[in-house]
């Protein structure tokens, strides 16, 4: 159970095109999703907080007209990468939290988008 | 803030080699410690966790143990296997509830 899939896995395409990448929670309902930016040989970092119905929270420095977050149901959620640039290319993964009281419960993560901008 | 500082890779052993993965955090409080798995173009697994001090994790003959003292949360395993090759990352997740990596570790197992 608690499965995430994200698609797409892989995607190529030219500088100043935008990107969606989706999020589901396959088999649970997740009011809250996250999307975290993996770079080269170093971790993840949190970009942003997505609560179903609201708004997303951006961390610091993440610039939310580039990076759109929408999370419309309580399956997905989405990633769009508006007028992506070379430096936008990298390894974006989703997770989802699994319902439940407060904000101890696990998340489950997606197997990641690997995103190379020409 | 919080922060996770992991051990350099990357780390290349003999299989049925013993394991041990250094990792030490900073936060306030008392921070939930968790070790992922990332297996190559996959996403993350949680591996296994430790929720206060003492707390000793363990899953697929991994095992942390919680140690408040150094704050640390090291991941070790007496004897590694080819499929254990992967990347793993150190996590805690703090007052916030938001969880915060360290920058990984890549462990290639040859046989």
């Known amino acids: 159970g608690a499965v995430v899939s994200q698609h797409p896995s892989r995607v190529i395409c030219k500088s100043g095109t935008s990107v969606k990448i989706e999020c589901r929670s396959l088999d649970f309902q997740a009011t809250t999703m996250f999307w975290y930016r993996q770079f080269p040989k170093q971790s993840l970092m949190l970009m942003a907080t997505s609560n179903e119905g609201s708004k997303a929270t951006y961390e610091q420095g993440v610039e939310k007209d580039k990076f759109l977050i929408n999370h419309a149901s309580l399956t997905l959620s989405t990633l769009t990468v508006t007028s992506a640039h070379p430096e936008d290319s990298s390894f974006y993964i989703c997770?989802?939290?699994?319902?439940?009281?407060?904000?101890?419960?696990?998340?489950?993560f997606g197997d990641g988008t690997r995103l190379s901008i020409l | 803030g919080n922060s996770v500082t992991q051990m350099e890779g990357p780390v290349t052993l003999s299989e049925e080699a013993f394991l041990t993965i250094n990792c030490t955090y900073t936060a306030t409080g008392y921070p939930s410690l968790f070790w992922y798995v990332q297996y190559p173009g996959e996403g993350l697994q949680l591996l296994l966790k430790a929720t206060k001090a003492d707390d000793k994790g363990s899953n697929k003959g991994f095992e942390a143990t919680y140690r408040k003292e150094t704050t640390s949360f090291h991941l070790e395993k007496g004897s590694v296997q080819v499929s254990d090759s992967a990347v793993y990352f150190c996590a805690l997740k703090g007052s916030a509830r938001q969880l915060t990596f360290g920058s990984g570790t890549q462990l290639t197992v040859l046989p």
């Open positions: 997770s989802a939290r699994t319902p439940g009281q407060g904000d101890n419960q696990p998340q489950h």
